[in-house]
């Protein structure tokens, strides 16, 4: 394995040895120092981030924790968890705090699974559940994706017994993939007690208010959900990293036996708070995605290039060989996702800018083909 070969990094376990790493976006800071340009002129649409930056009372609210920085953190996230629970209608004992979503990921991996035990996601599903289900030993189980996305008749045939957590992202990353929820729904009825499905939500604030539905409201009825969210999309607060499951209190209740103390921090527990607050922010992000996507789909299918319908704040468009197509991007100041690595070699994904990030990107990929 990659610089595994010495003696001490040989004992580390074959699982850990085996996990390919996370492959984030290409930071702006590292184009620029390659390409001996000023940030300013490199166009970065590759992680799935808000382009209109936080919400400025977002920003106030973290400016504000800045002067306590002495201090600890609220380790039970009191506050947040009190406002979460009014806006969602859960105890707030069926909440836990992240930092970041991918925190509870973890969190999931180490309290529900171990060697000897699986967990299913789906082929082209966010990287995340392969890693965090490698990370504890268990054996990943992966089902082949249907039209891109989740084939939830396929997944509920790949549980085994030694099963124990089943990972669905929907919308998916990174294809964009929607199901409607009540064909989620019906897929919950069926799912065996004693495997936990978690219900990653990452880009839930972009659905169309008709397709949301309010999912907190079947932890009643389903005691193995959990649900996982994010402030790392449309709330803009992808850098401060805070994110949060809900399930049973049960489910909760296991995850914060394994949560790191103080794994979210003072700014990001008062900037997320200050965002729930914020609707008007979350309004004018939404609807400048449904503006973006609605240019990046017209600009590409003027351009011959076909797409994956998505339903979140990025979308799949194939290039045909993206390597190539992505290294010319890159040449030209515009970073965007390969992805490859996730059995997509002919796409590349494409975040939702500003509009005149998102004309940019489609201007030097003309000249890229
Ligand atoms: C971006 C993303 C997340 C969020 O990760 P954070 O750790 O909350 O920043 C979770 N799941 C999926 C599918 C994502 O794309």
Known sequence: MNGCDTTFCGLAPPYVRAIAPYQPGKPISELARE?????????????????LGPSP??????QD???????????????????????????????????????VLDMTARAFLLQGTSAVYAQHAFAVYRIATQTVGAQGIVVAAKDYGHNLNAMRAAIRDDTRVLWIANPNNPTGTFLPWTEIEAFLETVPQQVLVVLDEAYGEYLPQAECCNTAAWLSRFPNLLISRTFSKAYGLAGLRVGYGLGSTEVIGLLNRVRHPFNVNAPALAAAEAALDDTEFLARSYALNTAGMAQLLAGLAELGIETVPSKGNFLLAKVGGAT?????????????????????????RVSVGLAGQNARFLDVLKACL
Not at 57 to 62: E, H, I, K, T
Not at 82 to 100: C, E, F, H, R, Y
Not at 325 to 347: D, H, M
């Open 324 to 348: 190539r197509v992505n290294t010319e991007l890159l040449k030209r100041g515009v970073i965007v996702r390969p992805v490859a690595n996730y059995g997509l070699p002919e796409f590349l």
């Open 57 to 62: 009372r977002a920003l106030a609210a973290a």
């Open 65 to 103: 924790a800045l002067h306590d920085m002495a201090l600890y953190p609220d380790g039970a996230g009191f506050a947040l968890k009190a406002k979460l629970s009014a806006k969602l209608g859960v105890a707030a004992d069926q909440i836990v705090l992240g930092n970041g979503s991918n925190d």
């Open 35 to 51: 390409l001996g340009l000023s940030e300013a002129d490199i166009v970065k649409l590759a992680s799935n981030e808000n382009p």
